[in-house]
């Protein structure tokens, strides 16, 4: 649990650094990378949300301690060890960049940080 809590941490910032990276650029420079958005959406400001849907999934390993006794001829012994498990998980990762019309191409002017699990 503390690998995956330090993980998290550390990756903290890489989506968000990424789409930092589209800003200023085309909408059509996302689109090429991720492929067509799931979802836009006309704002009141006249600025557009593209938005992409992302699910992430896995497996989680988990250790648990065990053990055995032995039983034997001269007596009996317990054997310690440990087992590990596969605990399958899943999550949906929205992804969004917001941009202006100028001409025929939407230029991208921010985006919305995704939860923490998605960064």
């Given amino acids: ?27 059509s420079e996302a689109i090429l990378d991720y492929g067509p958005p799931s979802h ?5 400001d006249g600025r557009r949300a593209f938005q992409w849907k992302r699910t992430n999934s896995g497996m989680f390993p988990t250790t648990s301690p065990t053990s055995a006794t032995i ?10 060890g440990s087992t590990t498990t596969y605990v399958p998980y899943s999550n949906d990762c929205v992804y969004t960049l917001t941009a202006v ?6 230029i991208v002017d921010g985006f919305r940080q995704p939860s923490l699990e998605c960064e």
């Fill in 1 to 27: 649990m503390r690998l995956l809590l330090l993980s998290v941490l550390f990756l903290a910032g890489c989506a968000s650094q990424v789409m930092q990276g589209y800003v200023g650029k085309p909408i």
């Fill in 40 to 44: 836009t959406l006309d704002l009141s």
């Fill in 71 to 80: 039983y034997g001829a001269g007596g009996s012994a317990t054997v310690l």
């Fill in 101 to 106: 019309r100028q001409g025929r191409d939407y």
